[in-house]
């Protein structure tokens, strides 16, 4: 838990009340006029602040309410010396926290502080649990890069405490991170913060940091921290004195950081840090969503223009059937420009043999009537030469669904083998999941895939033919599609993004949709059914969220319980005679065993949900070092002994390392029946590879276990506990890129090896 802190502002009652907070752990400060406290507030951060009153320059009110004027959300306790009805009434319109009267009762007052701080820390983490709903909801609806930098900015900017905050754009190739988006108070301020995270500058800001270690990274105050050297006169202008930077992730990919800015020191504590790590991820997935959107609609809208087959688009006119429109390779082949083409006779491009077939043999109306069968057809370049094709031409309808023109699709025979390709490619596009639809200018379905109507639950794709896309969506929706998206399509911009549909028998499914102009008007409409990917997202939103409660719960709930067991057990000693004596201790000692299993279990949970971490390269002699401490001290019956130096090398870890030592090293102790416990630790460097050999006199492992002995939930020779320790020893060592197994130990005992690599 971070230091708590409260600031007592006048003379009255002082030393009683921060004598009892002290008792409380609660840090002290003073202030003795309303004008000195103003300063400090200004300067540092306080949980919590206590006014006698009246002060020698404030009455109690107005002091008040100049606090809420600069810091509406800090907890404010008023301890008047002459309290009365009219000033409790005054302090509750002005905000008060709370109010207790100078009555003596010191006991009280530190009560009151206590449970103002606790209530304030607890409201601000749901302000910040709030903002990471709020951001979730909005990027539900965003749809491209841009629209998720500036929802995220305006919402933190909107947040108190947060001041200011901005997005950096992350290059892997040359480690830049570069401000992209930002929203606050004069966010020209970026300009002069110049951002490298490629670890070529030793006293690197948050942003650079939390590049590297893909974690949350702060700067508790701004004007003292050499760090903030580089930008500190620039942010301090604008009143920032503490700031975070998130790692915006999805997976191993990093997207960029953003960085937060409060107006007070240490604003984030530990609660905070976890949900803005949440808030990165959720960011990195919105990220990751929209330009996997992009990917998918500019394959579709890629589809005509970079089809590896000529396409035209033709129309019946007065003289003839002519050319609408072309694709670029159909203009190509032919020498030929697309404007040139556009508004041509389709007779001008065929040989004479070929313009016969087209229209003195009917080539043409049969086409029009669906009734034309895959044939070669010989056209004509402008330059004279002759192209042999392979045609297969559809009917193409008008908004009445009358016939005025053909799809007509030429491959060019010298290519055959792209041919089959392309062949096989549309067999795939026909059989495949996503609904495709024509709808032309005037919102009437021209064409419809089978997918689309097996999304739709319509038994035939000829339902549509005719009919207005509105019947596949209800009231709403198409409100919504007429106000932002039908205003953009119809002025040639694509459009993607969410949307529910309508099925036939009147049930809603979420989709992905996306909406491409056409030339003519209309537009092509793609639909995927994304039932089973939002179940699936909210089924691990559920599970991470349960296994975090589970983590709290063990954490915090069991482990204190335990510890205020343990607490009075202790006092009881005391109390008790020599055979009760007996039992307390055993009491004591299973107490104490029971917090150490609710430690390792919460270990072992915080490695399940940071399964995709990260390593980093830590020091191994000063973890190994201080967990031999650590635990020596905690074992006064078992000798600990380190057998020469630990060597100063680097392995890839994490900050559970320690853990792991700690947990072998336990185990060595609390496993040994010997009747003096001894544990000896020795470290050599073996070419690339650092080892570590833990070794205890105890009973040893057998053959048949040694194995088996790291399994989850597997127990030691003879134990009572949970096997969750070994288990995470090797879960973690696993993830280190090493290895860890037990061998025996000479004349008796276990010796348990980890072998991790070396980084530079």
Not at 329 to 355: H, I
Request: one cysteine or more; charged letters at 30%; glycine letters at 8%.
């Amino acid at each position: 838990m971070s230091t708590r802190r409260v600031l007592y502002v006048g003379a009255e009652g002082r030393e009683g009340v921060l004598d009892r907070l002290a008792d409380a752990d609660v840090e002290g400060r003073t202030a003795a006029t309303a004008a000195e406290a103003l300063d400090r507030l200004a300067a540092t951060s306080v949980d919590c602040v206590v006014a006698s009153s009246p002060l020698p320059d404030a009455d109690g009110i107005d002091f008040l309410e100049r606090v809420r004027s600069a810091h509406p959300h800090l907890p404010f306790v008023l301890a008047p010396t002459d309290g009365s009805e009219g000033l409790a009434s005054a302090a509750i319109g002005a905000g008060v926290t709370d109010y207790v009267a100078a009555d003596g009762d010191r006991e009280r007052l530190a009560e009151a502080v206590v449970s103002a701080i606790e209530s304030g820390r607890e409201r601000r983490t749901e302000r910040v649990a709030d903002l990471v709903r709020t951001i979730q909801s909005a990027l539900v609806r965003a749809r491209t890069v841009e629209d998720i930098d500036e929802k995220v900015c305006t919402a933190i900017d909107d947040t108190e405490p947060y001041a200011f905050a901005w997005i950096g754009a992350y290059d892997g190739t040359d480690g830049q991170v570069t401000p992209r988006s930002s929203a606050g108070v004069e966010v020209d301020c970026l300009e002069t913060i110049d951002l490298t995270a490629d670890g070529s500058r030793t006293n690197r800001g948050p942003a650079e940091r939390a590049v590297e270690s893909r974690s949350v990274e702060t700067v508790r105050d701004v004007s003292t921290t050499p760090e903030s050297e580089p930008w500190r006169d620039a942010v301090l202008e604008r009143s920032y004195r503490s700031s975070a930077a998130v790692p915006l992730l999805h997976g191993d990919r990093l997207h960029g950081v953003l960085n937060v800015y409060a107006d007070r020191t240490a604003a984030f504590d530990a609660g905070e840090r976890a949900l803005l790590s949440d808030l990165g991820e959720t960011i990195g997935h919105a990220y990751h969503r929209v330009r996997m959107q992009e990917l998918y609609d500019s394959q579709y809208r890629q589809l005509f223009e970079e089809a590896p087959v000529m396409v035209a688009l033709t129309r019946d006119g007065d003289d003839g059937p002519a050319i609408e429109d072309c694709n670029r390779r159909f203009a190509a082949k032919l020498e030929w420009t697309r404007d040139d083409l556009r508004g041509r006779p389709l007779a001008d491009v065929y040989t004479d043999e070929a313009s016969r077939k087209l229209i003195d043999e009917d080539g043409y109306e049969r086409a029009l009537a669906g009734e034309f069968v895959t044939t070669e057809r010989t056209l004509r370049t402008r330059g004279g030469d002759r192209l042999e094709t392979l045609l297969q031409a559809t009917p193409r309808r008008n908004t009445d669904g009358d016939v005025v023109g053909t799809n007509a699709l030429f491959v060019d025979l010298t290519e055959r083998k792209r041919a089959a390709e392309v062949l096989d490619q549309a067999e795939a596009m026909e059989a495949s999941i996503d609904g495709i639809g024509i709808i032309d200018e005037t919102g009437v379905f021209v064409y419809a895939n089978r997918a689309h109507a097996d999304i739709y639950g319509y038994e035939d794709a000829d339902a549509f033919v005719g009919s207005s896309w509105r019947m596949l969506y209800d009231a709403d929706e198409i409100e919504r599609f007429d106000d932002e998206v039908m205003p953009a399509v119809r002025a040639g911009e694509e459009w993607r993004g969410e949307a529910t549909g309508v099925r036939a028998d009147g049930s809603t499914f979420p989709q992905d949709l996306s909406l491409t102009p056409l030339s003519d008007g209309g537009y092509v409409c793609v639909v995927r059914d994304i039932t089973e990917r939002k179940q699936y997202e909210r089924r691990l939103e559920g599970q991470r969220d349960n296994l975090e409660i589970l983590n709290q719960v063990v954490r915090h709930d069991i482990r204190n319980d335990l510890q205020v067991v343990v607490g009075y057990a202790t006092i009881l000693r005391e109390f008790v005679d020599d055979e009760g004596g007996d039992h307390l201790e055993q009491l004591i000692a299973s107490g104490r065993d029971a917090v150490e299993i609710t430690k390792t279990a919460a270990d072992v949970a915080e490695v399940m949900l940071s399964a995709t971490a990260e390593t980093k390269p830590v020091g191994l002699r000063y973890v190994l070092t201080d967990r031999i401490d650590e635990v020596g001290a905690a074992h006064a019956d078992a000798i600990l002994t380190t057998e020469g130096t630990v060597p100063d090398v680097t392995v890839p870890a994490d900050d559970m390392l320690g853990s792991a030592f700690k947990n072998l090293l336990t185990n060595a102790i609390v496993h040994n029946d010997g009747p003096v416990k001894r544990v000896t630790v020795s470290v050599a460097v073996a070419d690339d590879a650092v080892v570590v050999r833990v070794a205890d006199n105890g009973p040893g492992i057998p053959d048949t276990r040694k194995d088996a002995i790291f399994e989850d939930g597997e127990k030691g020779l003879d134990s009572e506990g949970t096997g969750l320790g070994l288990y995470l020893v090797e879960t973690l060592v696993d993830r280190y890129g090493g290895d860890v197994w037990v061998e025996d130990n000479e004349p008796s005992g276990a010796v348990f090896v980890v072998e991790l690599p070396i980084v530079d």
